[in-house]
């Protein structure tokens, strides 16, 4: 079992900045691969950004420019630096980690809620 802990969320102004943390803990595999999702009300659950433990990153073309991803490998832990950010990001953000060959190991955080509004 895998258990993800998210941290760093709440409420900010347009075009202010936010740092989620996500750690996780327990059997813990490589490879895998840490990324941050979010969810708007009604809308799909979408990747915001993702890291595998070789460094590999990956953003939405949305945030590339304005959110930085990384992780310390050695505390399994995750980091989601947001920088400028709008209003229509408002969501709850998720940790995910994804482990094995082709990812067969999956398991998601509880979310934290980002809100930017002023």
């Known amino acids: 079992q895998v258990q993800l802990v998210e941290s760093g969320g709440g409420l900010v102004q347009p075009g202010g900045s936010l740092r989620l943390s996500c750690a996780a803990s327990?059997?813990?595999?490589?490879?895998?691969?840490m990324g941050w999702y979010r969810q708007a009300p009604g809308d799909r659950r979408e990747l915001v950004a993702r890291i595998t433990d070789g460094g590999v990153i990956n953003y939405a073309d949305s945030v590339k420019g304005r959110f930085t991803i990384s992780r310390v490998n050695a505390k399994n832990t995750v980091y989601l630096q947001m920088n400028s950010l709008k209003p229509e990001e408002t969501a709850v953000y998720y940790c995910?980690?994804?482990?094995?060959?082709?990812?067969?190991?999956?398991?998601w955080g509880q979310g934290t809620q980002v809100t930017v509004s002023s």
């Open positions: 327990g059997s813990i595999l490589s490879p895998n691969v």
């Open positions: 995910n980690i994804k482990m094995g060959w082709g990812w067969p190991y999956d398991y």
